[in-house]
């Protein structure tokens, strides 16, 4: 008897089905997978770009038909490599990996920043099942950088949007608005994707407020099965144990969460 | 878990003989005593060299068929750097065996001295990665290059020396004899086998390295039979490790010849608690055979 599983952990050779400018910097990419099919709001997948690299992505949309996404800002080398990528391009794709957001029902705040949008979209496909009620904040530096604010318009009624230069929705961040709000309402949970300060500033909102937390963590990831060690957090893998975490779980991980990641070579690096 | 299971490889004293095998999780403190508070025996932290190293770029792990490939290439903080985590790592209250990679024997020797004085209670020279060039198996397929190697680390550090073997060699004992001769205090066997993997829908290598090591059940075989060669011809420890997932794997590798095993690759499938379960089942397997200790099963197979 085997305990690997090869079709998990080898890259399968999907098509780009369709490419959809989300902004000047972000791209989604739409192909079909069984695997992604079956996979939970928050999973990744390692995606092969042959030649160039492999790097970690959430999945943007997870559908039962087999049909799933990438949304993927312009950031690296590998990035703009996939961005150059059109409809009938291939990719690899292994995984998906990694646990999945708690579901909670009842009063439930989600707060993007940047790029980390795309885990939460999914999310609110699952949460609307349960059902929740759910307030929406979105944050972008600029309105340029915005993107699936249609998506979650349509399918959330309380959305608030904040840039930090005022050209769309409240200036400021949107940890202040979500501040703003806590000081009033309370939730069920909190969940959040972004940059990490964001994610600890909301971490510390939700610890002074006494509510339940979920973030959905970045580091640089190799393996992707938890055995190269490359995304430790603490005591903790990103590609296995998370990259979502409770707030219970980050209060293990104080003195590295929000403070430092580590480098390709293990080297601590501030954030 | 009963004393049945206490054992003793070069000086280090284990409570149980599974080891977590180098390369595994083993570059930050905090995990590698998460591990030893999981049930290891013992732990090897990640091979650190005298330099930070990136390593390779992405892809570098692949499944195949019963294993996995890598080519991580060795990515590293260097040993300036590395002092914190093998501090932390032995908070976990097991020795810690800092694996280490040169690329001269002067290279080893002050990495060695340097883990040393960070707190490592034994070293593995890595004399056996299959894929960076002018180190690891480069050397270590090499009997007189391993013994120069060896020879400077234990003029430098008077910690025991493991050695961790190459399979990608005609014969693994003349390396396993020089490095005994030239002082090491135990040897481990083996390192992963120099492999490769290609798509076929890309017609491309998958690794970004190309060529990486293979780890996992596929090589249980050939290490058992390393293994085993090398119990009959030195007269020091040897540490088996390659595919171990199950206490039978590692009481096989037992009989033929180890005094403690490595796990690495198992860790992906089975999750940490892959050395308790190993340790439980050696401690029932031996009281049901009725053995008093761990010792009595190493090389049992060589009376027949």
Same mark, same amino acid.
């Given at each position: 008897m085997s305990v690997y599983l090869t079709n998990i952990n080898r890259p399968r050779i999907v098509r780009i089905r369709g490419v959809r400018e989300e902004n000047p910097t972000v791209k989604?990419?739409? *192909?079909?997978?069984?695997?992604?099919?079956?996979?939970? =709001?928050?999973?990744?997948?390692?995606?092969? %770009? =042959?030649?160039?690299?492999?790097?970690?992505?959430?999945?943007?949309?997870?559908?039962?038909?087999?049909?799933?996404? $990438?949304?993927?800002? @312009?950031?690296?080398?590998?990035?703009?490599?996939?961005?150059?990528?059109? $409809?009938?391009?291939?990719?690899?794709?292994?995984? =998906? &990996?990694?646990?999945?957001?708690?579901?909670?029902?009842? /009063?439930?705040? $989600?707060?993007?920043?940047g790029t980390g949008l795309t885990p939460l979209v999914p999310l609110v496909d699952s949460l609307l099942k349960l059902p929740a009620k759910i307030s929406f904040l979105i944050g972008a530096k600029t309105r340029d950088e915005l993107f699936f604010l249609e998506k979650i318009k349509k399918a959330v009624s309380k959305v608030n949007v904040t840039t930090e230069d005022g050209s769309y929705g409240l200036k400021g961040l949107v940890t202040d608005l979500a501040e703003k709000i806590l000081e009033k309402e309370e *939730?069920?949970?909190? &969940?959040?994707?972004?940059? @990490?300060? !964001?994610?600890?500033?909301? *971490?510390?909102?939700?610890? /002074? &407020?006494? !509510?339940? *937390?979920?973030?959905?963590? @970045?580091? &640089? %990831?190799?393996?992707?099965?938890? $055995?190269?060690?490359?995304?430790?957090?603490?005591?903790?893998? %990103?590609?296995?144990?998370? =990259?979502?975490?409770?707030?219970?779980?980050?209060?293990?991980?104080?003195?590295?969460?929000?403070?430092?990641?580590?480098?390709?070579?293990?080297?601590?690096v501030s954030l | 878990m009963s004393s049945r299971l206490d054992t003793e490889i070069a000086g280090l004293k284990l409570k149980n003989p599974t080891m977590l095998a180098a390369g595994i999780l083993g570059l930050s403190g905090a995990f590698l005593r998460k591990i030893a508070e999981a049930g290891a025996g013992a732990v090897v932290a990640k091979s650190v060299g005298l330099k930070p190293r990136m390593g390779y770029p992405n892809p570098t792990a692949v499944q195949v068929d019963c294993g996995l490939l890598n080519a991580m290439g060795l990515p590293s903080p260097g040993i300036h750097n590395f002092g914190e985590e093998i501090k932390e790592a032995k908070k976990g209250g097991v020795p810690v065996i800092v694996s280490i990679f040169g690329f001269s024997p002067d290279d080893f020797a002050e990495v060695a001295r340097v883990a040393v004085e960070e707190g490592a209670d034994a070293l593995e020279l890595n004399v056996s990665c299959p894929h960076v060039e002018k180190t690891g198996s480069e050397i270590g397929q090499s009997p007189s290059l391993v013994a120069e190697v060896v020879e400077e680390v234990k003029n430098r550090v008077d910690k025991p020396v493991f050695v961790k073997l190459t399979p990608n060699v005609a014969d693994i004992i003349k390396v396993a004899e020089a490095a005994v001769k030239a002082g090491a205090d135990a040897m481990t066997a083996i390192n992963t086998v120099r492999a490769m993997a290609i798509d076929v829908n890309t017609t491309r290598?998958?690794?970004?390295?190309?060529?990486?090591?293979?780890?996992?059940?596929?090589?249980?075989?050939?290490?058992?039979?390393c293994v085993y060669e090398i119990y009959r011809r030195v007269d020091v420890p040897v540490v088996g490790c390659g595919g171990i997932i199950t206490w039978q794997d590692a009481v096989e590798f037992m009989l033929a010849g180890a005094s403690a095993v490595q796990v690495g690759t198992a860790v992906a499938f089975e999750g940490l608690d892959v050395f308790r379960y190993i340790a439980e089942g050696i401690d029932s397997y031996l009281e049901r055979m009725g053995f008093g200790s761990v010792k009595e099963i190493v090389g049992l197979s060589h009376q027949h």
């Open positions: 989604t990419f739409v *192909f079909q997978d069984k695997h992604c099919s079956e996979a939970k =709001p928050g999973q990744f997948v390692m995606v092969w %770009i =042959p030649g160039v690299d492999e790097v970690p992505m959430s999945l943007s949309s997870i559908n039962s038909d087999g049909i799933s996404s $990438i949304t993927v800002a @312009e950031v690296g080398e590998a990035t703009q490599v996939l961005h150059q990528r059109k $409809i009938g391009d291939i990719l690899g794709i292994r995984g =998906p &990996y990694g646990n999945s957001f708690a579901l909670a029902s009842g /009063q439930v705040m $989600i707060v993007g920043g *939730f069920d949970m909190i &969940y959040a994707c972004g940059p @990490e300060k !964001m994610m600890l500033k909301m *971490f510390l909102l939700a610890e /002074q &407020y006494h !509510m339940s *937390f979920q973030a959905s963590l @970045e580091r &640089y %990831i190799r393996c992707g099965i938890g $055995i190269c060690g490359s995304c430790c957090i603490g005591e903790y893998r %990103i590609c296995k144990d998370g =990259p979502v975490f409770s707030g219970r779980q980050l209060r293990k991980v104080k003195n590295e969460f929000g403070l430092f990641k580590r480098e390709a070579d293990g080297s601590k | 290598p998958i690794l970004a390295n190309k060529i990486g090591g293979l780890s996992g059940q596929a090589i249980k075989p050939i290490a058992v039979r």
